[in-house]
C-alpha cells in the first residue's frame, strides 16, 4: 500500500481527535512458542491500519496540532547481530523515510520522550486490556 493512504488514514484519526488529546497506538507483542521460538509475528491491526509499520516492540504517538510533527513513532534501533537473527529492522531513520513518521525514537528513550508529547494534552486516548498474560 502506498505512503499516501497511510498519510489519509492518520489524517483522519487526527482530525477525529480534540486538539488537547493525544492517541498511543502500540505494536502487537510477540507470542513465543517455546522458550526461542516464536509464533509467526502479526502487527496489530491499528497500528498496521494507521501507518503500516510491520515490527514488534512499537508505539505510535499521534498528537493533533504538534508544531513538531503529529505523527511520532517509537521502535527497535538497527542492529546488525539481533538482524542476523530476526531479519532486517527498519530503525529511526527507516521509520521516517518508508512509514512517514514526523519524528522517531527508539524504545529505550519513550520515557524520556513521552512526557513531553503528553505535556498539555488533556486526553489520552490508549487501548486497554490488549495484553493480558
Given amino acids: 500500500m502506498s505512503t499516501a493512504n497511510y498519510r489519509r488514514r ?3 484519526l487526527l482530525d477525529a481527535l480534540a486538539p488537547a488529546a493525544v492517541a498511543i497506538v502500540p505494536a502487537a507483542a510477540e507470542a ?3 522458550h526461542d521460538v516464536h509464533h509467526p509475528f ?3 491491526s491499528d497500528l498496521s491500519y494507521l501507518c503500516g509499520f510491520p515490527e514488534p516492540e512499537a508505539l505510535a504517538v499521534f498528537a493533533p496540532r504538534r508544531k513538531e510533527g503529529e505523527f511520532v513513532l517509537f521502535c ?3 542492529d546488525e547481530k539481533r538482524e542476523l537473527w530476526d531479519g532486517p529492522r527498519a530503525g529511526v531513520e527507516g521509520a ?3 512509514y512517514g513518521a514526523d519524528q522517531a525514537y527508539p524504545m529505550g528513550e519513550l520515557d524520556a520522550v513521552l512526557p513531553t508529547l503528553l505535556e498539555g494534552r488533556r486526553r489520552v486516548c490508549y487501548p486497554l486490556g490488549l495484553d493480558l498474560d
Fill in 10 to 12: 492518520r489524517r483522519v
Fill in 42 to 44: 502479526r502487527q496489530s
Fill in 96 to 98: 521516517q523515510s518508508d
Fill in 76 to 78: 527497535r534501533p538497527r
Fill in 32 to 34: 513465543v512458542r517455546s
